[in-house]
């Protein structure tokens, strides 16, 4: 595990303002494009930035903590300099918003090597199940302040 803010030494990834949480998630799936819009919605202190692995900082991030940009199965969710990956970072992301978010809790039942093995099923097979939306074309002025390019 790495230290917190660890991104902070690392000369590849784009200074940027990293006080706030941050979701890094492809910008191309439409599965993220709710996601997206589910962290939009029960984010009600309006602070969580949206990072697409599509980006210059997004694809810097995702190398960072050893994940392939090209392949983008996985997502970030950076709070307090803290990296959480995949399912788990579903999990502390919905715990982090309270209310409806903690639902996804409810998931933590499964023993981690099915939780991961389900994601990773989910993750490979999100074009041919989800389709494709492109996040950054939702309309919504409050959501594109979120989004981090």
Known sequence: MLKPF??????QVPQFADGAPLAV??????????????IHRLDRS?????????????????KHYGLEPTDPSSWLFIDK???????EAVVYAARRFGG??????????LPRPMRDWLYQRLARNRYAIFGRAEMCAIPDPSFQRRLLR
């Open 81 to 87: 300099g803290i990296a959480h990956q995949d399912f």
């Open 100 to 109: 409806w978010g903690r639902l996804a809790t409810v998931l933590l039942i």
């Open 6 to 11: 660890s991104f902070r030494d690392d000369p």
């Open 46 to 62: 309006g602070t969580v930035r949206i990072c697409p692995i599509q980006t210059p900082l997004g694809a810097a991030l995702l």
């Open 25 to 38: 998630m492809d910008a191309d799936c439409a599965i993220c494009s709710w996601g997206a819009r589910m």
